[in-house]
């Protein structure tokens, strides 16, 4: 007979309470009464959160020492570079937006002698 430690049933019990709840919580939307795409769209970003929120847990508990210095440099580099992003598409967009109400533009025609 195979004997289980403490920490391999705790495992499983945690992986069973994970992939429990995500089945329950997907088959409670799929089983509420809501249109069909609006479900599948608000489904799949609550599966995609809860991925990234087990990743995440997984991540600390397997190297508590990465969260580190390291780590938050890293969010505020990809936090800044999403901002900068955005602003660019912003100014993309405004730009856009200013071509289509007036027209191309056209160089000044050079003066006549």
């Known amino acids: ?40 769209r608000r489904l799949s970003y609550r599966l995609e959160s809860l991925g990234k929120q087990v990743s995440d847990l997984a991540d600390q508990m397997l190297n508590p020492e990465t969260a580190s210095e390291a780590r938050r440099t890293g969010d505020a580099l990809v936090a800044d570079a999403r901002v900068r992003a955005q602003r660019i598409q912003s100014d993309i967009d405004a730009l856009l937006g200013e071509v289509r109400q007036h027209g191309p533009s056209r160089p000044p025609s050079p003066p006549v002698k």
């Open 1 to 40: 007979m195979k004997e289980y430690t403490l920490g391999s049933v705790i495992r499983a019990m945690s992986w069973g309470v994970l992939l429990g709840g995500a089945a329950g919580f997907g088959l409670g939307l799929l089983l509420a009464p809501e249109e069909g795409s609006k479900l599948r």
